[in-house]
């Protein structure tokens, strides 16, 4: 992959890590409104409550940003050897994305957060345009 998709993996990657900073200041009071902001649109609870406030959940959703980060800086930090890998390493990639995809949208339907599965869809589309724009998953 190069030129200009290679630039949109770069950036897509740096939005991966930067929703993970959103999501992790979501475990620090006087941080945490663009998270609360956010997780109220994905969802609301039964009572109508606040979504971060308790510790439990200011803890799932903190380390979940902190995953988050980590998945988008391994993914940026690992562009080049995917990219030398060829059609192989972007399976691989891909694959792996296709299982977060699948297991991060049951769990967001069935807990009431439907929403954020087609927060998820726009995430892949983003890494999909790329990578099939660029042919990156042909063989040699």
Same mark, same amino acid.
């Given at each position: 992959?190069?030129?200009?998709?290679?630039?949109?993996?770069?950036?897509?990657?740096?939005?991966?890590?930067? /929703? =993970? !900073?959103? $999501?992790?200041? #979501?475990?620090?009071? &006087?941080?945490?409104?663009?998270?609360?902001? +956010? %997780?109220?649109?994905?969802?609301?609870?039964?009572?109508?409550?606040?979504?971060?406030?308790?510790?439990?959940?200011? /803890? =799932? !959703?903190? $380390?979940?940003? #902190?995953?988050?980060? &980590?998945?988008?800086?391994?993914?940026?930090? +690992? %562009?080049?050897?995917?990219?030398?890998?060829?059609?192989?390493?972007?399976?691989?990639?891909?694959?792996?994305?296709?299982?977060?995809?699948?297991?991060?949208?049951?769990?967001?339907?069935?807990?009431?957060?439907?929403?954020?599965?087609?927060?998820?869809?726009?995430?892949?589309?983003?890494?999909?345009?790329?990578?099939?724009?660029?042919?990156?998953?042909?063989?040699?």
């Amino acid at each position: 992959m190069t030129g200009i998709w290679k630039t949109w993996m770069t950036i897509w990657a740096s939005g991966v890590v930067a /929703f =993970g !900073v959103l $999501l992790a200041a #979501a475990a620090f009071p &006087g941080l945490d409104r663009p998270a609360q902001t +956010l %997780l109220t649109l994905f969802g609301s609870l039964p009572d109508g409550g606040a979504i971060l406030s308790d510790r439990a959940m200011r /803890f =799932g !959703v903190g $380390l979940m940003g #902190a995953v988050t980060i &980590g998945w988008g800086l391994t993914i940026a930090f +690992l %562009l080049p050897v995917i990219s030398a890998a060829g059609a192989r390493g972007w399976r691989a990639l891909t694959l792996a994305l296709i299982i977060w995809y699948v297991i991060d949208g049951i769990i967001s339907i069935t807990t009431g957060f439907g929403v954020n599965a087609v927060s998820n869809t726009a995430l892949a589309i983003a890494y999909f345009i790329p990578l099939m724009a660029s042919g990156a998953l042909r063989g040699a």
